[in-house]
């Protein structure tokens, strides 16, 4: 039968802007999770990670934040640069799993 | 400079005949895994490593395969490429803390991979 392919969610934010880009993650025993940037023709970078121990975790102009409760992690970008337009994808680890499962990616444009 | 290297970056090939994506990092991990990425259905893990002679499958193993001979070097083998084997390819490392990886990975620049 066809497939049929998942849109990328997309945000747009004015440039000096804060970013906040959500993401729902799977299972709830994940205790290790990390936010990654892949701009267009490159591999996917390490941005920040977060434990599950920690509600909060800075780093310099982002933020991760995670919610347990409801199995949601965002990354928040302050001051949002052209440099910062690129996909953002959320991954999780849960326990026992040899690997992480990431997340579908949204893509962010910087409008100048 | 610490860093994962893929090669080819782009490769165009014919059904069937065999080829070797290689992958090299020089940050002494211990693991080392293969992705693909595909429009609508993201990263999907291929194989991975814990360490040398050791691998493993991930989500999406059929018609590859690995070796990991030397810590450094973890190559993706198609032995006979099909066109559903077109797709963006990523080898990625970390080191292990505790037995288990930490998975701030390093992504290499990818292969896009042609089949016709």
Redesign the interface.
């Known amino acids: 039968g066809e497939s049929v392919g998942l849109h990328l969610p997309t945000l747009s934010v004015q440039e000096g802007d804060n970013s906040i880009i959500n993401c729902a993650y799977s299972n709830s025993a994940s205790d290790y999770f990390i936010w990654y940037k892949q701009e267009s023709g490159k591999g996917p970078q390490f941005i920040i990670d977060i434990r599950s121990n920690m509600d909060k975790r800075q780093g310099q102009r982002v933020t991760v934040l995670l919610n347990k409760t409801v199995k949601h992690l965002s990354l928040q970008i302050a001051a949002t640069q052209p440099g910062d337009s690129a996909v953002y994808f959320c991954a999780e680890n849960p326990p026992h799993y040899d690997k992480v499962i990431f997340g579908p990616g949204t893509s962010l444009s910087v409008i100048p | 400079e610490a860093q994962?290297t893929q090669n080819p970056r782009y490769l165009i090939t014919v059904t069937g005949k065999k080829l070797t994506v290689t992958c090299s990092q020089n940050m002494n991990h211990e693991y080392m895994?293969w992705y693909r990425q595909d429009?609508?259905?993201?990263?999907r893990?291929i194989y991975?490593s814990?360490n040398v002679e050791v691998t493993?499958k991930?989500d999406v193993p059929e018609g590859y395969k690995v070796s990991r001979k030397e810590k450094r070097n973890f190559p993706l083998i198609l032995e006979s490429p099909s066109p559903n084997q077109t797709s963006l390819y990523?080898c990625?490392s970390s080191f292990r803390s505790g037995g288990?990886?930490n998975?701030?990975?390093?992504?290499?620049?990818?292969t896009r991979l042609t089949v016709v």
């Open positions: 994962v895994s429009p609508g259905l993201g990263l893990q991975y814990m493993d991930g990523f990625a288990a990886p998975y701030g990975y390093t992504f290499g620049s990818g």
